[in-house]
């Protein structure tokens, strides 16, 4: 009978330390998928880590005329000048607001009262998006692309 509740003991110990163990293991895989299911997120945009401010300019193309002479002024602060001279036209479009940037941090989006555009900033370049904030792709990607000129 002794020999029998030493048993009954030793069993019940090891079925508690058991148990215990399987709750650590749980609570570390818990964690461990935890962890794994947080994504890390790349604090390096186009915002925080370019030189992004300053005057860009080129010549996009043109449906009816030679061009379309595009500058763009980003300020630091969050405004913009936006000049568009159609040539050959004698035409000028021209607006100022404060662009956003989107939640990705790479896309401004100026929208005033003459312009709704989004361009994808670079090393030294506004790459023009379409709508949606997709860079233009194709043989003419190049030609609507602006250059930081100072």
Known sequence: MHTMKNTSLLLSGCLIALCISCQNNNGKTEQQEHEDSISVHDEHTSQTSLDWAGTYQDTIPCADCPGILTTIKLYENGNYTYNAEYLEQNTTLQDSGQFMW????????????????????????????DTEGKVIEGEMAEKYTLHKVF
Do not use: I, M, P
């Open 102 to 129: 989107h939640e990705n941090g790479s896309v401004v989006h100026l929208k005033g009262k003459n312009v709704d555009t989004k361009y994808k900033v670079g090393e030294n370049t506004l790459y023009q998006t």
